[in-house]
């Protein structure tokens, strides 16, 4: 995935000035990346590989191999390397794959240089997910399944929840537990496993430990205490989402030591939020002593969310001399993400719309949109498509998808919050669903750009189309823009039904703007057949406006510039 950060220090090696002038690109993007100097190249390397999270060699694939292969220990641990070519033609990703990073640094190092990024990793090249990025810890035979995986041959999903996976390939089904089985396993839970040599667990965010502490509690004990608790549940921390406690224990030192030393936040709540929760073993000892009569068991049960009904305590506190610790399991969550694919052109997609894309395992949309969108689709994908004028079914949809616990994209063109899919989404979406907002370069910016500059001052954005609202209220925002003075963009402003209403908007317009106040019409923007047009208010015909156009009309200060439509700033230069 692109959109992701590069690795917080990486070292840069280089042995020619073309090799250090490519680095300087790439540190010039990057403050946290640094050129590693040594006596000869392979003492750089070495530095490097010591000191840094990735290693950007701009050097032969052949001598890198050379050099790092004696300092080879874990793929969990060695950092990442990518290798560079003189030219700058290929960006290698040869250590560090998916766990390490090395396959997004690749891709990161392409973009910046304009390379191509070669990424070998098998799952990768044949485009199925790997296990060890779906954003969970994985343990077990991974190496084994993915393989049988890659191969075609039968894996059991087994799950103890319905988790909102990617789209995984159709030899991947989903099935009961049998304990006669011999053949490959793909567990989802977050149960000590059994481990043997034909199952890889992936281990969902399910579990929320709340801790409570006397003052100055010792991290070693805090720490000791949980790992007993889940160890005698049956529990693996693996799947901790997080610790939660008190605010008042926000700042103890040995809470937050433990939290870190596991990967996983520290949630805090509000003692009165804490005492509305119903537990199992209150004490009034504790509500006198912190203003809530459980700390451990309550925090266990409102986890990062504050949604104490999706949760089970599975573990009541459980006490030393200065730590308490309960544990409680929460039910998975559907995913919902909203996406804007931009205008059109895939160029003006963002990274993350597509990595939300191939994160998803039902996608949602309008049948011209989502054929924009096919060739980044992960096999197994599944595909709910509709036509114009489905919007409320799409959203009601995409909305059912996700509330059965799956990971669902709802795609919309331009940004998926103007005038189009997430609004009505959101109007059905409720508490059961964990919501991501994709934004998107919207008909508006793509139009812009295309005419020049016309909304470098405050603008208004209305939509023509009174399917949705009655015309009296549109011509009532229109006369606003025209008398506010404010550049108007004009979606939806013309169909073969709606013929009248892009005149009558510009009439009123016209009434508060000279008649040369230009006027912009892009057709497609971003697509093909793209067009572009100026006009004046007095002079543009709105017969040679449709569905696939944006109206740009601008203010009073809005002129024409060498061709293009500018809009001043008010910038002291100016004067």
Not at 308 to 333: E, F, I, N, Q, S
Request: proline residues 7%; hydrophobic residues 50%; aromatic residues 4%.
């Amino acid at each position: 995935m692109t959109d992701q950060n590069p690795p917080a220090r990486i070292g840069l090696v280089a042995a020619t000035a073309a090799g250090r002038r490519n680095a300087d690109i790439l540190t010039a993007a990057w403050p946290h990346a640094r050129l590693v100097e040594g006596q000869t190249v392979a003492d750089a390397l070495r530095t490097a590989w010591a000191g840094c999270d990735a290693v950007i060699a701009f050097l032969a694939t052949g001598a890198v191999v050379r050099i790092v292969a004696p300092l080879l220990d874990d793929k969990r641990t060695d950092p990442a390397v990518v290798v560079v070519d003189e030219a700058a033609r290929h960006a290698v990703a040869l250590l560090g794959g998916h766990a390490g990073g090395g396959n997004a640094l690749a891709e990161q190092v392409a973009a910046l240089l304009g390379a191509r990024p070669v990424i070998t990793t098998a799952t990768d090249a044949v485009d199925l997910p790997g296990l060890d990025t779906l954003g969970w810890p994985v343990q077990g035979a991974v190496a084994a399944v993915s393989r049988a995986i890659l191969d075609g041959e039968p894996v059991r999903l087994i799950a103890d929840a319905d988790w909102p996976l990617p789209a995984l390939p159709p030899n991947v089904c989903a099935a009961d537990e049998d304990p006669t089985d011999t053949g490959y396993r793909l567990l989802v839970t977050d149960r000590v496993v059994s481990p043997d040599g034909r199952t890889a667990v992936l281990r969902p965010p399910s579990l929320v430990a709340g801790v409570g502490a006397s003052r100055g509690v010792p991290a070693a004990e805090v720490a000791e205490l949980l790992h007993r608790v889940l160890a005698e549940a049956g529990l693996d921390p693996a799947s901790l989402r997080c610790l939660a406690t008190a605010d008042i224990k926000a700042d103890e030192a040995g809470i937050r030591s433990t939290a870190d030393a596991l990967g996983v936040p520290l949630v805090t709540w509000p003692a009165a939020r804490l005492a509305a929760v119903d537990v199992p073993h209150p004490s009034e000892v504790v509500r006198a002593a912190v203003g809530t009569p459980s700390v451990a068991e309550a925090a266990a049960l409102l986890g990062p969310d504050g949604r104490a009904d999706d949760a089970t305590l599975l573990v009541g506190k459980t006490a030393t001399a200065m730590a308490t610790v309960a544990v409680a399991r929460h039910a998975p969550r559907g995913r919902l993400a909203v996406v804007g694919l931009g205008p059109g052109a895939a160029d003006l997609r963002t990274p993350r719309a597509v990595a939300e894309l191939r994160r998803a395992a039902v996608v949602v949309g309008l049948d011209q949109y989502l054929e924009q969108v096919r060739d980044v689709l992960r096999p197994g994908t599944r595909v709910l498509s509709s036509g114009l004028g489905a919007e409320e079914a799409r959203a009601r949809a995409a909305v059912a998808e996700a509330a059965a616990g799956r990971a669902v994209a709802l795609i919309g063109s331009g940004d998926a919050g103007v005038y189009a899919m997430a609004s009505p989404a959101l109007e059905y979406a409720d508490e059961r669903i964990d919501v991501v907002g994709v934004p998107g370069v919207t008909a508006a910016l793509a139009a812009g750009a295309l005419l020049g500059a016309p909304l470098g001052h405050d603008h208004a954005y209305v939509s023509l189309s009174d399917l949705h609202t009655p015309w009296d209220v549109i011509e009532r925002r229109v006369t606003a823009a025209a008398e506010g003075d404010f550049v108007t963009l004009f979606y939806n402003p013309r169909s073969r039904a709606r013929d009248w209403q892009l005149g009558k908007a510009l009439g009123i317009l016209a009434a508060h703007r000279s008649p040369d106040t230009p006027v912009g019409v892009v057709r497609n923007a971003s697509r093909p057949g793209e067009q572009v047009h100026l006009a004046t208010v007095a002079t543009l015909d709105p017969a040679i406006v449709d569905m696939y156009s944006v109206v740009v009309v601008g203010s009073s200060d809005t002129r024409l510039v060498a061709g293009r439509m500018v809009t001043p700033r008010g910038y002291r230069w100016r004067s």
